[in-house]
């Protein structure tokens, strides 16, 4: 009998995608995107489980609320979508405080607020394992522009990512290691700030091709934005890294673009389009963007310049990469 740690959690998820008949056909995406006659709309959810997405051993209960909601935040954002309505489900054990958990309900509120979201209900349950929290989100794309999809970078386009990456990687280490310095990295692993406005920017711009957020990490979420049959060639010289990774990286023996390419958890935006749109897509954005690579006619991903054995994967739930 095949148990799930046989065949990791992507095999785990296209056996569960064939399982869902007309269902597959719109699903496969940062978010699942409802057929037309149910008015259009995208879903996501994301849940987070103490000692496997967060340690109470350095987070705080303020700080699972804010990543919850960043993470389906960030969800939304790689579709072009406006998040608008959210549902939160606790599974909470008997001796977890009460205050504790409006502490993170509150957070949760807190940021999806900022975005212009509601959590307008949920569920609670008990559990006798650890806490987990679960976020579902809703959100729409204005009618006038199509969603942004994944696996749509053909031949010829560019790619290119928002802000910095490696600063949650970094951030994690050194809250692995009692280091109470580089505040700005350990924030973005506890509290990462989803690119809503800028997903949006892309959806309305027309000019993007694919798209997807860097959650596992770049080396990974990369294959997410090359149509089949295609493949990349990157530029290690131009991938931007977090003010900090360096530094951190030196201090525990690594090496800063395996952190910035393995780590994940950045929640920046990734995406294709064609070269001639770059110039007026970059004069409408506030936000730091950069072009690190294209789309080629051979499958496969190279790698050129000089920096790191290349990890061939980011982070995987069950430990397999299939």
């Known amino acids: 009998m095949t148990n799930i740690g046989d065949i990791g959690e992507t095999a785990l998820v296209k056996r569960i995608l064939e399982q869902l008949g007309d269902g ?31 340690d109470f051993a350095w987070a705080t209960w303020r700080d699972v609320g804010a990543k919850v909601a960043a993470v389906n935040l960030s969800d939304m954002a790689a579709m072009g979508a406006r998040p608008k309505s959210l549902v939160l489900t606790l599974g909470c054990r008997r001796d977890d405080r009460v205050a504790d958990l409006l502490r993170l309900v509150r ?26 929290v679960t976020l579902a989100a809703t959100g729409d794309v204005d009618v006038r522009y199509a969603p942004l999809r994944r696996y749509r970078g053909t031949p010829g386009d560019v790619i290119m990512v928002s802000g910095d990456l490696g600063g949650a990687a970094a951030g994690l280490l050194c809250l692995q290691h ?28 027309g000019l993007v091709s ?60 990734l995406w294709t389009m064609p070269p001639s749109f770059v110039k007026r897509l970059m004069q409408r954005l506030d936000v730091k963007v950069s072009v690190i690579g294209r789309i080629v006619n051979k499958p496969g991903i190279v790698w050129h310049g000089d920096g790191c054995e290349i990890p061939k994967h980011g982070f995987e739930h069950f430990g397999v990469q299939s």
């Open 210 to 269: 694919s798209c997807t957020d860097i959650s596992d990490g770049l080396a990974s979420d990369l294959a997410h934005v090359i149509a089949p049959g295609c493949g990349a060639e990157i530029d290690l010289n131009t991938i931007p890294l977090a003010r900090g990774v360096r530094a951190v990286a030196k201090k525990f023996d690594r090496t800063p673009l395996a952190l910035a390419l393995a780590g994940g958890e950045d929640f920046e935006l």
């Open 24 to 54: 597959q056909a719109i699903a496969g995406d940062d978010a699942a995107i409802c057929p037309p006659s149910l008015g259009g709309y995208v879903f996501a959810t994301d849940s987070l489980v103490e000692n496997v997405d967060f």
């Open 178 to 205: 009692g280091m109470k310095n580089h505040r700005a990295l350990v924030k973005r692993q506890l509290q990462p700030t989803p690119r809503v406005a800028l997903g949006l920017a892309l959806g309305r711009s």
């Open 107 to 132: 957070s949760a509120v807190r940021v999806c607020k900022t975005h212009g979201a509601m959590i307008v209900g949920g569920d609670i349950t008990s559990t006798k394992g650890p806490l987990f």
